[in-house]
């Protein structure tokens, strides 16, 4: 099964990929925390950190957008993840 039938929620996203709304995580800068990993919403181009990040604010994005996919922000790394479908796509 390809990931494109697996996910029904990427043929849902933007035709081109939003710009980021920040530079990093905007929650753990206003909290005095580094992220350990950087996540962009391919919805609206929020930028959060990862689950290994005490604020989990990529999924905290997604509970509160119900944005479905995002992708890695870090260097060298492009893959997807569907919150939905709780699977790589």
């Known amino acids: 099964m390809s990931p494109a039938r697996a996910c029904p929620h990427l043929a849902e996203l933007p035709g081109e990929e939003p710009a980021e709304l920040s530079v990093g995580c ?5 909290l005095g925390q580094r992220p350990v990993a ?3 919403c391919l919805e609206c181009g929020h930028i959060g950190c990862c689950d290994s990040t005490p604020g989990r604010w990529a999924r905290h994005h997604h509970a509160q957008t119900g944005h479905p ?17 709780q699977r790589l796509v």
């Open 26 to 30: 905007e929650h753990c800068r206003d």
């Open 38 to 40: 950087l996540r962009k």
């Open 69 to 85: 996919v995002m992708r890695s922000f870090e260097p060298g790394e492009g893959w997807r993840w569907c919150f939905e479908d």
